[in-house]
């Protein structure tokens, strides 16, 4: 009895074939040995140049032709933007950059024959600025800012330590703060250590830096540190009848169970961990815009700025204000304008921040200058208590 007649050899021949083909490929891919280059982030100034190499990690078995492509055509110029590259040469083409105008862009290519493998790693994220000096100038602005809003933690707990009461600072606040700071930890520690989480960014933004620092996470963890130690602060020294108000206790209880039903559906495979932290960022822009909200209203109704440390103020206000100066000479200097008028939501909570600090410097300087301490522990009571809204006590003015 025949088993194979000569069709089905024939057949037999081309599916061995094709499957050859096709580990081939994988096995190319797997390997990356496909075009990359030297660097994959290259700063130009307008009218200067700098270069990248395109690197032939191993020989191809075939000439392969290869062309450059630009998202926008008047920021580069590049030269040359096409090469072939012979078979069984390992030959590295240098690229000239020279920039035209300020902006960002990524150069990709295509090539022929159109194998994904080959180009997958030949791009590059070039940024043409106006000015080095610019540069140099938003670089230092971003450490002093970054300083000042970390030493601005202290100043209210040197006050607190020091009057060992903490009489006049809102409880509402540094509740909200603390889950804020926790989150933004979550948020920066998840993007910045988890190796699953970092590759579903890297998915959804293939040529896309990961947008979480080193310093990120240093500044979240060290913030949450410093607004635990407040709390502690909160719980031994002398409070008087302050609390947590049930506005602010049904706010966290809202923020705690979108972060409980998130984290289900995340451990579910329902969402993905990256959107689970995305869910947490946006609960920390949330309480940004609205813990300072309390303490300005605590602050009213004592008709007082004792116990609130205007140093955090002063130091807050510096960090927002740099901040936002940063944003704009980086805006300038790029010709990126629509980070701030396109996309306004950090632009807009950094001012934010700064207008409210402004405000309690008026109440500190100006509204209020004349209120001083009391001998009465009783002077500050919650801002939601029945006393409150009656007859609001106000610290002894000085004639």
Known sequence: ??????????????????????FQKIALALNHTGLTVSNHDILVLVNGSDSFDILLLEPFNQDVETKLLTQHENLVELTPTEHIFKANTTENVTVLVTGLNPGHLVIGAESQPNETWIIQELFVRITVANSRSIIYIAFIFGWIYFIAWSVSFYPQIYTNFRRQSV????????????????????????????????????LRHPRGLNPVLLNDVVFSLHAAFATIITIAQCLIYERGKQSVSKTASALLSLFALIV???????????IHWLDF????????????????????????????????SIGTI?????????????????????????????????????????????????????????????????TTVSEYSPASRSSPIREREIA
Request: charged content about 10%; proline content about 2%; hydrophobic content about 50%.
């Open 260 to 270: 409980i039903i998130s984290a289900s559906l995340a451990f579910a495979n329902v």
């Open 1 to 22: 009895m025949r088993f194979f007649n000569s069709r089905s050899f024939q057949t037999c021949i081309y599916f061995s074939c094709i499957l050859i083909l096709v």
């Open 277 to 308: 932290l995305y869910y947490c960022s946006y609960i920390k822009l949330t309480i940004t815009i609205i813990k300072y909200v309390p303490q300005a209203l605590m602050n009213y109704r004592r008709k007082s700025t004792v116990g609130w």
């Open 167 to 202: 009489i006049g600072l809102n409880f509402d606040f540094v509740y909200l703060n603390i889950v804020g700071f926790a989150l933004y930890s979550l948020f920066n520690c998840g993007l910045y250590w988890i190796p699953a989480i970092q590759a579903e960014y890297a």
């Open 314 to 378: 002063l130091l807050d206000f510096t960090g927002g204000t740099l901040s936002m100066m940063q944003m704009i000479l980086n805006a300038y200097n790029y010709d990126d304008w629509a980070s701030i008028f396109g996309d306004p939501t950090k632009f807009g909570l950094g001012l934010f921040s700064v207008l409210f600090d402004v405000f309690f410097m008026l109440q500190h300087y100006v509204f209020y200058r004349h209120a001083t301490e009391t001998t009465s522990s009783e």
